[in-house]
């Protein structure tokens, strides 16, 4: 009876709290989960609501495109491998050279929207689906192909889970990613139907290898037109036999395997559970992630209702270390950018920097994706994330950062083209962001740079920018520019 009862008290506490103005701590706690570290702005913007109204204004902002105009060559026809095979020698390596610099202007661009978007939410949300229905570049090879599933992922970010399932296992860059474009009768290939079921919906354990088969024959004929990068069904080579998957039977096709998966419990409790470590805590709590995926399902996958549920636990507004969360590069460059209200002046340097983090975007490892949590920081990527943040926070860095630009524009000189691209990266990469900490330091409170700030001061400074205490405290009468380089510096400006 006690433990019901303290179980009972601790529900009504949060209760209690939800039904109450965030005021600024709980507002840039929320912030932080649902989007990227807020601004001063952004705080003041949510701190007068209460928790349910500030995530109804959350979903109430949520975009299905993105703000920041594409790449001009998004549009272009792709090259097929017909017309790479009949290039020459010269006019292939002018090809590839394009390539390259395709794919860098696509993680700047969508590095941009995030920085720049007015919806934080949907970028998370989207970036949280690049994560799961995994496709990198170096496999898919088109960046219009890429350029076309992010925007799929976008426009269904905070929709309906089917409708998304089903446009993903049509997405020309998956089929290609996963193989299913040679997916064909009396020779399937496995490896999307197992991804399907393992990765996307139902999670491990809950199929059987013989599932897995015969799902795959089902998928039989859905491939991609190398000439146009869109997606056709080979009528010719599609498997229409009897097929037996998860106990059900039928001359089942690929849109009714994604149906049957959709009437699994275990897929909403599968898709909960991920949300849940994306957004509340590390470990799921199973009695609520049951209770959140029972709706979920009732809703007809509505993921909004999922998201809606996961944004009003109470341990995302909660100071408690035991469920801190770690950032993802992404998290921690835009949320750095848009906390101080800075310029992200070279995004393909932002880009560069992430991959060095640990998370090149539109290019996740292996198909498991980016394992998150933890397992972003080690000694390496520990160390490009403090480089990151401490060249950004460099007292001359707006005077270098500009003498760089300049620089990167200058001819090669004596250096070959592969070290000048290597020069020019680094430099892009040191000098990705131009911050005035000047008008940061005003907008949380400190007067001016050098102002000496007493242990008081540094504390509220610490509380705007951090969800934890930090590790060590600056000295007292320390300038404020120089408490706000060691509060970004601490280990828990790494934490969300």
């Given at each position: 009876m006690h433990r019901v009862g303290l179980v009972a008290a601790l529900w009504l506490s949060a209760a209690v709290a939800l039904a109450q103005p965030l005021g600024a701590e709980r507002a840039k706690l929320l912030l932080t989960r649902a989007g990227f570290a807020p601004s001063a702005d952004e705080i003041a913007r949510f701190a007068p609501?209460?928790?349910?109204?500030?995530v109804e204004r959350l979903l109430a902002e949520v975009r299905t495109t993105a703000q920041t105009p594409a790449p001009g060559w998004v549009d272009e026809p792709i090259v097929s491998p017909r017309a790479l095979r009949a290039m020459s020698d010269e006019q292939r390596k002018a090809e590839r050279q394009r390539a390259i610099r395709q794919s860098?202007?696509?993680?700047?661009?969508?590095?941009?929207?995030?920085?720049?978007?007015?919806?934080?939410?949907?970028?998370?949300m989207t970036l949280f689906w690049h994560n799961h229905f995994v496709s990198a570049q170096p496999?898919?090879?088109?960046?219009?192909?890429?350029?076309?599933?992010?925007?799929?992922?976008?426009?269904?970010?905070?929709?309906?889970?089917?409708?998304?399932?089903?446009?993903?296992?049509?997405?020309?860059?998956?089929?290609?990613y996963l193989d299913s474009a040679t997916n064909r009768r009396g020779a399937p290939n496995e490896n999307f139907a197992r991804e399907l079921m393992e990765l996307f919906t139902l999670g491990e354990g809950r199929y059987s290898e013989s599932d897995v088969r015969e799902a795959a024959r089902a998928f039989t004929g859905w491939s991609v037109d190398p000439d146009s990068g869109t997606f056709v069904f080979r009528r010719a080579v599609h498997d229409d036999g009897e097929?037996?998957?998860?106990?059900?039977?039928g001359r089942f096709d690929g849109d009714a395997v994604l149906d049957l998966l959709l009437e699994h419990p275990a897929t909403a409790r599968f898709i909960v559970a991920k949300l849940w470590r994306e957004f509340v805590s590390p470990q799921p709590d199973a009695e609520r992630v049951e209770q959140i995926a029972q709706r979920f399902r009732a809703s007809g996958y509505e993921i909004r209702v999922?998201?809606?549920?996961?944004?009003?636990?109470?341990?995302?507004?909660?100071?408690?270390?035991?469920?801190?969360?770690?950032?993802?590069?992404?998290?921690?460059?835009?949320?750095?950018?848009?906390?101080?209200?800075?310029?992200?002046a070279h995004p393909i340097g932002g880009a560069i920097a992430l991959a060095a983090m640990g998370q090149n975007l539109f290019a996740p490892p292996n198909v498991r994706g980016w394992p998150g949590g933890e397992a972003w920081i080690n000694t390496q990527t520990l160390l490009a994330r403090k480089q990151f943040l401490a060249n950004?926070?460099?007292?001359?860095?707006?005077?270098?950062?500009?003498?760089?630009?300049?620089?990167?524009?200058?001819?090669?000189g004596e250096t070959s083209p592969a070290s000048d691209m290597k020069r020019r990266g680094a430099l892009a990469q040191a000098h990705a962001v131009r911050?005035?900490?000047?008008?940061?330091?005003?907008?949380?409170?400190?007067?001016?740079?050098?102002?000496?700030?007493?242990?008081?001061?540094?504390?509220?400074?610490a509380d705007a920018l951090l969800v934890l205490p930090p590790t060590s405290t600056p000295h007292s009468q320390a300038l404020a520019f120089d408490v706000l380089r060691a509060t970004v510096l601490d280990p828990v400006y790494q934490l969300k």
């Amino acid at each position: 009876m006690h433990r019901v009862g303290l179980v009972a008290a601790l529900w009504l506490s949060a209760a209690v709290a939800l039904a109450q103005p965030l005021g600024a701590e709980r507002a840039k706690l929320l912030l932080t989960r649902a989007g990227f570290a807020p601004s001063a702005d952004e705080i003041a913007r949510f701190a007068p609501l209460d928790a349910h109204a500030a995530v109804e204004r959350l979903l109430a902002e949520v975009r299905t495109t993105a703000q920041t105009p594409a790449p001009g060559w998004v549009d272009e026809p792709i090259v097929s491998p017909r017309a790479l095979r009949a290039m020459s020698d010269e006019q292939r390596k002018a090809e590839r050279q394009r390539a390259i610099r395709q794919s860098l202007e696509l993680r700047a661009w969508w590095l941009r929207e995030m920085v720049d978007t007015s919806s934080a939410l949907t970028e998370r949300m989207t970036l949280f689906w690049h994560n799961h229905f995994v496709s990198a570049q170096p496999k898919v090879r088109w960046a219009q192909l890429m350029y076309r599933q992010n925007a799929l992922l976008r426009r269904h970010a905070l929709g309906n889970f089917g409708a998304l399932l089903h446009a993903v296992a049509r997405d020309p860059a998956m089929l290609i990613y996963l193989d299913s474009a040679t997916n064909r009768r009396g020779a399937p290939n496995e490896n999307f139907a197992r991804e399907l079921m393992e990765l996307f919906t139902l999670g491990e354990g809950r199929y059987s290898e013989s599932d897995v088969r015969e799902a795959a024959r089902a998928f039989t004929g859905w491939s991609v037109d190398p000439d146009s990068g869109t997606f056709v069904f080979r009528r010719a080579v599609h498997d229409d036999g009897e097929k037996t998957v998860l106990g059900r039977s039928g001359r089942f096709d690929g849109d009714a395997v994604l149906d049957l998966l959709l009437e699994h419990p275990a897929t909403a409790r599968f898709i909960v559970a991920k949300l849940w470590r994306e957004f509340v805590s590390p470990q799921p709590d199973a009695e609520r992630v049951e209770q959140i995926a029972q709706r979920f399902r009732a809703s007809g996958y509505e993921i909004r209702v999922a998201v809606r549920e996961l944004l009003l636990q109470p341990e995302v507004t909660a100071r408690d270390q035991d469920n801190a969360l770690v950032k993802s590069p992404a998290e921690l460059v835009v949320g750095f950018v848009r906390q101080a209200r800075a310029e992200l002046a070279h995004p393909i340097g932002g880009a560069i920097a992430l991959a060095a983090m640990g998370q090149n975007l539109f290019a996740p490892p292996n198909v498991r994706g980016w394992p998150g949590g933890e397992a972003w920081i080690n000694t390496q990527t520990l160390l490009a994330r403090k480089q990151f943040l401490a060249n950004a926070l460099a007292r001359d860095a707006v005077s270098k950062g500009i003498a760089a630009m300049a620089s990167m524009t200058e001819p090669a000189g004596e250096t070959s083209p592969a070290s000048d691209m290597k020069r020019r990266g680094a430099l892009a990469q040191a000098h990705a962001v131009r911050l005035d900490p000047a008008a940061w330091l005003k907008a949380i409170g400190a007067v001016a740079v050098e102002q000496p700030l007493d242990a008081a001061a540094a504390a509220r400074l610490a509380d705007a920018l951090l969800v934890l205490p930090p590790t060590s405290t600056p000295h007292s009468q320390a300038l404020a520019f120089d408490v706000l380089r060691a509060t970004v510096l601490d280990p828990v400006y790494q934490l969300k």
